[in-house]
């Protein structure tokens, strides 16, 4: 599964950097950097809600408030 985060300007002030983080800690705590590929990139043009996060092929918006309850129900919920 690749797990990409907008790292762009706009979802950047949003708090893309902190989602980085509670990914990144989430998905080593459940053991799952072999299943789980976290990566960036510029502006994927949904910066109107949220960070844009996209799983795979599908886009969402996240915000660091929503990163962890994210994580369990589109990340944790496919592996």
Request: overall charge negative; aromatic content about 6%; glycine content about 8%.
């Amino acid at each position: 599964m690749v797990v990409t985060i907008c790292i762009g300007s706009s979802c950047h002030l949003k708090g893309s950097r902190d989602i980085i983080s509670i990914f990144q800690r989430l998905v080593s705590m459940h053991g799952l950097s072999d299943q789980v590929e976290l990566t960036g990139s510029f502006c994927m043009g949904q910066c109107e809600k949220g960070v844009c996060v996209k799983v795979d092929d599908e886009l969402f918006s996240v915000t660091p408030a929503t990163a962890e309850s994210f994580f369990n129900k589109e990340i944790l919920g496919r592996v």
